[in-house]
């Protein structure tokens, strides 16, 4: 079992900056694949960012050039540093990890991007 936190959420002004950050249990960390996702309210589940073990990155064009996922290994933490945020990006967000086949996630954390 792999257990998931996540903090840094909160509201912020279109424009601005946000990290969250995600701490895994666990002491095979670096060799997770780590993720981070959104669920906006009516929308489905949608995947914003990947971080493999190798370190590999990739995110869809939504938010490519504005978020940028990494990890710490000594720290069995994931970032997700969040730029030139938009309205559009207020959502519950969630970290992601896939272990061995098998998925987990922690308990979100709201964005709100308003003004």
């Known amino acids: 079992q792999v257990q998931l936190v996540e903090s840094g959420g909160g509201l912020v002004q279109p424009g601005g900056s946000l990290r969250l950050s995600c701490a895994a249990s666990g002491s095979r960390f670096s060799t997770y694949v780590m993720g981070w996702y959104r669920q906006a309210p009516g929308k489905q589940r949608e995947s914003v960012a990947v971080i493999t073990s190798g370190g590999n990155t990739n995110y869809p064009s939504s938010v490519k050039g504005r978020f940028t996922i990494s990890r710490d290994n000594a720290k069995n933490t994931v970032y997700l540093q969040m730029d030139s945020l938009k309205p559009e990006d207020t959502a519950v967000y969630y970290c992601?990890?896939?272990?061995?086949?098998?998925?987990?996630w922690g308990q979100g954390t709201q964005v709100t991007v308003s003004s």
């Open positions: 992601n990890a896939l272990v061995v086949g098998r998925t987990f």
